[in-house]
Structure formats: C-alpha cells, structure tokens
C-alpha cells in the first residue's frame, strides 16, 4: 500500500470549545496510555486508515488538531452491540483551521483535503485567538 492509499477521519469534538479542553479530557481518561473514540460504524476503509491516517478535529466549527489513528480494534457496549474504537497516538498535532460545517459522526477526510500541520515551535506558542484563525480561514489564508 503507497502513499497515495491513505485517508484520515474527521470527526466534531463536542463538548470541547479549544484543543487544551480535549488534552486535558484525554489526559484525565486514559493517563499515558493511547487515546480512543469509540463509535457505532466501523470504517469500510479500514486499511487506508490504518496506513498513516489520523483523526481531524473539529473545535466550534473549525479543523484545528490532528492525532494519528493507531489501530481500530472491536469492543463490547454495555449494550451488548460490538462497536468501533478508533485507538489514537496521545501526541496532539495542532493545524491550521479549516471551517467545517457541523454533521453526524465522522467522515473520511482525503489528505489532499486537509490542513496543514502547524510548525513544531508553533505549538508551544500562544495559539491564535479562535475568532482570528476562523477570520484567516474564512478568506483563504489558512
């Protein structure tokens, strides 16, 4: 499988307003260990996925982080149904901002569709103001 057989997952973090609020969620839940979004609907493209794909979030209408999907693995609900976990690396990439309109569940996200990781020495600094990097993306400078 080539490069160019990656895809990644999109996905809203709801109840989180900026990318420290699911740091610290994650963080709080899992320690040190891998992260994971359980879901009803495992992905068709599983091995595209799984081939360098990551999960883009979705912050209050914009893309602004990324983790890498390390594996998909089936666990059990409480309701008895078998369901998706999509097991994801802790390291919290931060991107540029993409507007993303609100939907359903996650989607599949093309890697030539999606934003651009922000510069390491970035992350350390003060991210820009939400109001701001949605101003930027809005009119193309993203």
Request: net charge positive; hydrophobic share 45%; aromatic share 6%.
């Amino acid at each position: 499988m080539g490069e160019n057989d990656t895809v990644n997952l999109i996905k809203l973090c709801v109840g989180a307003e900026k990318v420290e609020d699911l740091i610290a969620w994650q963080a709080s839940r899992y320690g040190k260990g891998p992260a994971m979004h359980v879901t009803r609907m495992w992905p068709k493209r599983a091995d595209e996925i799984l081939n360098g794909g990551s999960l883009y979030w979705v912050f209050k209408g914009a893309v602004l982080a990324r983790q890498r999907v390390l594996e998909l693995s089936e666990v059990m609900g409480a309701d008895g149904i078998a369901r998706c976990a999509i097991v994801l690396d802790r390291e919290v990439v931060r991107t540029e901002a993409l507007m993303r309109r609100p939907f359903q569940g996650w989607r599949y996200l093309k890697p030539e569709d999606a934003p651009r990781d922000l510069p390491q020495g970035r992350a350390r600094e003060d991210a820009l103001p939400r109001e701001l990097a949605v101003a930027l993306a809005e009119i193309g400078l993203r």
